[in-house]
């Protein structure tokens, strides 16, 4: 089994920073394009940032110079710096993957999600 666990959320002060991980494991080839997603109550999943193996990013327009996202390939961990966090980023965060893996070739793998809470 792919699995995909999270850390690092919780409750943060307007204009603070919290640091989110996610580490993929199970019978892992490869892993293309790692990243974060998010859901507010009563919005849609929206992307936050992605990276792919090369180091390539991509993020969202609304977080764009407050957040960033890193990648270990050999640890398949990426990790998101969110810092000057806002009340709007308050959200169920999501961990994202797109690998091979013995049991599945190609797929599309999520972790559970972590609360991030922005309030004062």
């Known amino acids: 089994q792919v699995q995909l666990v999270e850390s690092g959320g919780g409750l943060v002060q307007p204009g603070g920073s919290l640091r989110l991980s996610c580490t993929a494991s199970?019978?892992?080839?490869?892993?293309?394009?790692m990243g974060w997603y998010r859901q507010a109550p009563g919005e849609q999943r929206e992307l936050v940032a992605t990276?792919?193996?090369?180091?390539?990013?991509n993020f969202a327009d609304s977080v764009k110079g407050r957040f960033d996202i890193s990648r270990d390939n050999a640890k398949n961990t990426v990790n998101l710096q969110m810092n000057s966090l806002e009340p709007e980023d308050s959200a169920v965060y999501s961990c994202?993957?797109?690998?091979?893996?013995?049991?599945?070739?190609?797929?599309?793998?999520w972790g559970q999600g972590t609360q991030v809470t922005v309030s004062s």
């Open positions: 994202y993957a797109h690998l091979y893996s013995e049991y599945a070739s190609w797929g599309d793998y």
């Open positions: 199970g019978s892992i080839f490869s892993i293309t394009t």
């Open positions: 990276i792919t193996n090369g180091g390539g990013t």
